[in-house]
Every structure is written in structure tokens, then in C-alpha cells.
């Protein structure tokens, strides 16, 4: 890296998660703000989050604070909450209540303060949809994972649907990371192929994971680079692995200029990890401490 340290603005919701796994229930904080600011701590890299709270949930900015990610808050009357239940490799989720949504007057102070802008929305509105426009003229850099823009909630259940909104995101994107179903998804909306969709959206990079086989990433000149999941010792939460993935990815291929396949064999380990539950263990996410 640089000698000064470089600095990563994050936007996305900080969540308040009910996870539900077959022989045990816990709370903790979740969401992109968590799961990649801690990421990218652990990686030397400087932190601003975007995020809106409910005045009750304050002690979560604290929690991360302590982390040393700084969170610029906005107000809301809740905060993002979620429930994961995970059966086997089943995993349903719901959100039972979502925060205010994060508007561009909040994060363009930030901009040209930060090296790169990360994108976490978690359903379509959950970021001002007016923002990716806004951000398209800023010349930063952006660095989107479309989980958010490719999900309805009906009935408090979280479903897969492509939003109308995520156009604009990807045209404002350089780079973008789905996993697989997202991936078809978007394809079969578009009915593009996979150069298609590249070139429609003028996409630099475009990282697709396939949990334990693996992945792939294209690149703008048309090449793809295939990677191997790496092996978990165990699957104790999946929770924020795709996060912690990307966010370490990112560090990898912008910060460090590491080559696309070593980037993503680096990033993979560490995802395994986060599965494991010893990368960003229980510890740092527990509301109640």
C-alpha cells in the first residue's frame, strides 16, 4: 500500500440479525458497515460508514467505534432488522423492519475524502435510488455487491426479484460482485449473455461467487478467471461471508494491485474463515457486550 493510509467509505444499512441455526438461536450486528469495515480494519485500511440507526441502537456505532470504524450516522425511527435461518445449506431469510433509507446528502461529504466507495444495499431502497445517479458524475470509485437490488420482501420474507433501481447501480459500478443465483438473475432479466452484460454496463470487474465451488471474475477485456473455494474447517455461520469476500477482494485488486486470481484465492480463505465462525468471531458482533 501507499505510505498514507488509504480510506474506505462504506454505505450500506448496519443490521440488528436474529440468526437461527438447528441447535441454537443468538442476536448480533450484521450488515455490509459490519462485516467488510471489519474486514477492511483487519487489512490496514481507514473506515467511514454511512449507515442510519434507531436512537435505542446507539451502542452498536460504539461497538464498531471500538473496532476503529467510524460511523456517521443518520437518524431513524428503527434500525435494519433481519432473520436467518440456516438449515442444512437452506438458508431463508425475513426482514422484519427496515432503517430510513441512506439519502446522497449523507454520503457526498465523504466523497474525495475516501479512496473508494463501497455499496452495500440490502433491499432496493435501503440506499436513495437517486444516489447512483448522483455518484456516476463523482469520479469515484465504486465498488458494488447488488445483493440488495436484487431482492423484494413480500410478507417480511426475502425473495429474489430484480429491482427496477438496479440498472442505475450497475451503470455506476466499476466494480461488482453477485453470487450465483444473483447472477442468473440478472442475466435472465436482461437476457443478456455474460459478454453482454459487460459491455451493456461497462463493468471493469465483475466477481461472481459460487460458495464451496468456488467462483469466477470477468474482466472488461473479456477474460475470466475461475478460483477455488477454499476448505472450511467447519460451517458454523455464513452470515457476512460474501461481504467479508469482497470487501477483501477489493483490498486485494485496488489497494494492493494483486492479480485477479490471487486476489480472489486470498479473498476465499477468508470468507472460509468467517463460515468457520474464527474471522470475525461472535465476540465483536454481540449487541450485549
Same mark, same amino acid.
Do not use: W
Given at each position: 500500500m501507499n505510505?498514507r493510509?488509504n480510506?474506505i467509505?462504506?454505505v450500506g444499512? $448496519?443490521?440488528?440479525?436474529d440468526?437461527? =441455526?438447528t441447535?441454537?438461536?443468538?442476536r448480533? %450486528?450484521?450488515?455490509v %458497515?459490519a462485516y467488510a469495515?471489519?474486514?477492511?480494519r !483487519?487489512?490496514? =485500511?481507514?473506515?467511514?460508514? $454511512?449507515?442510519n440507526l434507531?436512537?435505542?441502537?446507539?451502542?452498536?456505532?460504539s461497538?464498531?467505534a471500538?473496532?476503529?470504524i467510524?460511523?456517521i450516522?443518520?437518524k431513524?425511527k428503527?434500525?435494519?432488522h433481519?432473520?436467518n435461518?440456516?438449515?442444512? *445449506?437452506?438458508r431463508?431469510q425475513m426482514?422484519?423492519?427496515?432503517? !430510513?433509507?441512506?439519502?446522497?446528502?449523507? $454520503?457526498q461529504p465523504? $466523497?474525495?475524502?475516501?479512496?473508494?466507495?463501497?455499496?452495500?444495499p440490502l433491499? *432496493?431502497?435501503d440506499?436513495?435510488p437517486?444516489?447512483?445517479?448522483m455518484?456516476?458524475?463523482s469520479?469515484?470509485?465504486i465498488?458494488?455487491?447488488?445483493?440488495?437490488?436484487?431482492r423484494?420482501?413480500?410478507?417480511?420474507?426475502?425473495?429474489?426479484a430484480v429491482?427496477?433501481?438496479?440498472a442505475?447501480?450497475l451503470r455506476?459500478a466499476?466494480?461488482i460482485?453477485a453470487?450465483?443465483?444473483?447472477?442468473?438473475?440478472?442475466?435472465?432479466?436482461y437476457?443478456?449473455n455474460?459478454?453482454?452484460?459487460?459491455? !451493456?454496463f461497462?463493468?471493469e470487474?465483475?466477481?461472481?461467487?459460487?460458495?464451496s465451488?468456488?467462483?469466477?471474475v470477468?474482466?472488461g477485456?473479456g477474460?475470466?478467471?475461475?478460483?477455488n473455494?477454499?476448505?472450511?474447517?467447519a460451517?458454523e455461520?455464513?452470515?457476512?461471508?460474501?461481504?467479508v469476500?469482497?470487501?477483501?477482494?477489493?483490498?486485494? !485488486?485496488?489497494?494492493?494491485?494483486?492479480?485477479?486470481?490471487e486476489?480472489?484465492q486470498?479473498?476465499?480463505k477468508v470468507a472460509a474463515?468467517q463460515?468457520a465462525?474464527?474471522?470475525?468471531p461472535f465476540?465483536q458482533?454481540n *449487541?450485549?457486550?
Amino acid at each position: 500500500m501507499n505510505q498514507r493510509q488509504n480510506r474506505i467509505g462504506i454505505v450500506g444499512s $448496519i443490521t440488528m440479525d436474529d440468526i437461527e =441455526l438447528t441447535d441454537r438461536h443468538y442476536r448480533k %450486528v450484521g450488515g455490509v %458497515v459490519a462485516y467488510a469495515g471489519l474486514t477492511y480494519r !483487519r487489512h490496514g =485500511l481507514s473506515v467511514l460508514g $454511512i449507515s442510519n440507526l434507531a436512537r435505542q441502537d446507539s451502542r452498536i456505532k460504539s461497538k464498531l467505534a471500538a473496532h476503529g470504524i467510524e460511523i456517521i450516522c443518520g437518524k431513524s425511527k428503527q434500525t435494519t432488522h433481519f432473520v436467518n435461518r440456516q438449515n442444512g *445449506p437452506r438458508r431463508d431469510q425475513m426482514m422484519t423492519q427496515t432503517a !430510513r433509507k441512506i439519502e446522497f446528502k449523507q $454520503i457526498q461529504p465523504i $466523497i474525495g475524502v475516501v479512496d473508494g466507495l463501497h455499496l452495500g444495499p440490502l433491499h *432496493p431502497l435501503d440506499i436513495d435510488p437517486q444516489t447512483y445517479l448522483m455518484l456516476k458524475n463523482s469520479n469515484q470509485k465504486i465498488f458494488l455487491d447488488v445483493q440488495g437490488l436484487i431482492r423484494k420482501i413480500v410478507d417480511r420474507q426475502v425473495c429474489t426479484a430484480v429491482s427496477k433501481h438496479l440498472a442505475s447501480g450497475l451503470r455506476t459500478a466499476h466494480i461488482i460482485k453477485a453470487n450465483g443465483r444473483e447472477n442468473q438473475a440478472m442475466l435472465d432479466f436482461y437476457q443478456l449473455n455474460l459478454s453482454e452484460f459487460m459491455h !451493456r454496463f461497462k463493468i471493469e470487474e465483475y466477481v461472481v461467487t459460487l460458495g464451496s465451488n468456488g467462483g469466477f471474475v470477468l474482466t472488461g477485456l473479456g477474460d475470466k478467471i475461475d478460483y477455488n473455494a477454499a476448505a472450511s474447517s467447519a460451517v458454523e455461520d455464513p452470515t457476512g461471508a460474501g461481504d467479508v469476500f469482497f470487501a477483501a477482494y477489493i483490498v486485494n !485488486r485496488f489497494f494492493e494491485q494483486i492479480q485477479i486470481r490471487e486476489a480472489c484465492q486470498s479473498a476465499a480463505k477468508v470468507a472460509a474463515r468467517q463460515v468457520a465462525g474464527t474471522y470475525i468471531p461472535f465476540s465483536q458482533l454481540n *449487541p450485549d457486550t
